[in-house]
């Protein structure tokens, strides 16, 4: 049976071994990082703080969607 400690190694000297692949790992994980900032900033901006400026407002809010009857 292998241990996590031979499998480890195992990936390890494969990583360590790699020329190209080396590479391509630094761009995708490059792509992703600007994928997701990009997405945060753009995507995920809008927020009740960001929304309702007034504390009625934000009561307002929450309560119309807690009392909807879908």
């Known amino acids: 049976m292998l241990n996590i400690n031979s499998v ?11 020329k190209v ?16 900032v990009f997405l945060n900033y753009f995507t995920h901006d809008k927020s009740i703080k960001t ?12 309560y119309k969607n807690l009392t909807k009857g879908e």
Do not use: H, Q, S
Not at 21 to 36: A, D
């Open 8 to 18: 480890y190694r195992f990936y390890l000297d494969g990583f360590k071994n790699m």
């Open 21 to 36: 692949g080396k590479t391509l790992w630094r761009v995708i994980f490059i792509k992703l990082i600007v994928i997701f």
């Open 51 to 62: 929304e309702y400026k007034t504390y009625d407002e934000k009561v307002d809010f929450v």
